[in-house]
Each structure stands twice: as C-alpha cells, then as structure tokens.
C-alpha cells in the first residue's frame, strides 16, 4: 500500500514570496491533516479536513495561510507572502476516518522543508 | 487547552532499556500515541493507548495511567537504530474532532 506522498521535499524561497505544497492522502483515508514542525519541536496541527471539508482550523494563519482538498483527495497548502518565522517542516498526514472510539492511527508523509530567508 | 511534557534527551547504551516519560494535562482524552522520528524523517507510528495498562509490541512497550495524566514508552534491548526522537501525543474528545497534540518529542541517544 502506498503511503502519503508530498511534494517538493525541499523548498527555499524568500520571505514575501509565495509558496505551495502537495498531499496525496493514502487510498481511501477521508481524513487529511497538515502540520507544521518547527525544530526540535513537535508537529503542530494546522488545519484538518473530513473529506473535503474542513473539520479544525483553529490554528491556521488565515492572513497568510490556505489550504483546500478539492474532491476529498489531494491537498495544497500555500503560504501568501512567507515570513522568516515559517521556515519549518510541513508535514501531511492522512487516517481513515475521525471516529474517536477507536484506534484511528494518523500516517505521514516525508515533509516538505521550507527555508526562507 | 492541552499540555504535554516529556524529557528533552535520553542516553542509553546498546541492548540496554530507557524508559520515556510522559505526563498530560488534557481538558478531553481519547488515547495516547507514541511516534518514532529519526531525524529528517516523518513521524511513525509506534503504539496507542487508550485503556489503563501495558501495551506490548516485540521491543516497545507502552503504559497509560489516566488518572495520573501518565504514560510511558519502555524499549527493551536497545539497537543503535532506536537513535531517534519519541513523541507523545494525546487525543482530543469528539469536541475537538479527535485532534491530536504532541509533545517536543525526546531524543534518544544509543551509544556502542
């Protein structure tokens, strides 16, 4: 079974410049997070999407932030203009489904690194 | 709100057994996860606790006390490819969507 793919991998760009990276979810998985991982700190959710919808947002820089999952499949995310303090490590996960009374175990992909300088 | 904390770094030595803690401060639990994430790497996933006790999985083990707020991630005969970053992270209740927060991971340092 293919895992989730994200692309690029590595990105570097400079502050108030835009950027957009790619998730394609693992086969069937409704659900699609992305986080963010600043280092040596844990991943930090983003945004989480049910489907094609969004179910949690709460923590989405929307002044620079956006992120769709058009057909409840693929995802982007775009940061409009960049500033230094985003340079992190995007990551996407994907599980089957919300469901909270059972193990619902989130798989990720290999990140996307984003400098900006 | 929720808050995590678990040990910056651990150092152990090959075939020996460290043990990572981690405490929880939560307003909602619906099960705890440990991650494995070697530097550069994604997160993968380790274990999942949601009832009280041990889990057991070949090396890894792991406890969940949620009256205490408690886990922890036992490896057993250490290998020097268990270098890596564990982290923990809590599950939110159905009023948070299942969300999931995570600690700042411990690196763990396996030494010949």
């Known amino acids: 079974e293919a895992g989730v793919a994200q692309s690029p991998r590595y990105k570097i760009i400079e502050k108030r410049q835009s950027v957009a990276f790619w998730c394609n979810p693992i086969s069937g998985h409704a659900t699609l997070y992305w986080y963010q991982q600043i280092l040596g700190q844990g991943p930090k959710l983003l945004i989480q999407?049910?489907?094609?919808?969004?179910?949690?947002d709460s923590q989405l820089p929307k002044d620079r932030f956006s992120a769709e999952r058009l057909k409840g499949v693929d995802s982007t995310l775009k940061i409009q203009p960049a500033k230094l303090e985003d340079s992190a490590v995007y990551l996407c996960?994907?599980?089957?489904?919300?469901?909270?009374?059972?193990?619902?175990?989130?798989?990720f992909g290999p990140g996307t690194r984003l400098t900006v300088l | 709100g929720q808050n995590i904390d678990q040990p910056t770094e651990m150092t152990a030595t090959e075939g020996a057994i460290v043990q990572i803690n981690c405490t929880y401060q939560?307003?909602?639990?619906?099960?705890l996860f440990w991650y494995q994430q070697h530097a550069g790497e994604a997160p993968t996933f380790l274990s999942y606790?949601?009832?009280?006790g041990l889990e057991e999985k070949g090396r890894f083990s792991s406890f969940l006390s949620r009256s205490k707020g408690y886990s922890y991630l036992l490896l057993k005969e250490l290998q020097m490819k268990d270098s890596a970053s564990y982290l923990c992270a809590v599950r939110g209740g159905r009023d948070s969507w299942g969300k999931l927060q995570f600690g700042a991971g411990t690196q763990v340092v396996v030494t010949p």
């Open positions: 606790n949601v009832l009280d």
């Open positions: 999407f049910q489907n094609n919808g969004v179910v949690d």
């Open positions: 996960a994907s599980s089957l489904d919300l469901a909270g009374d059972r193990e619902d175990t989130q798989y």
């Open positions: 939560t307003s909602g639990f619906n099960g």
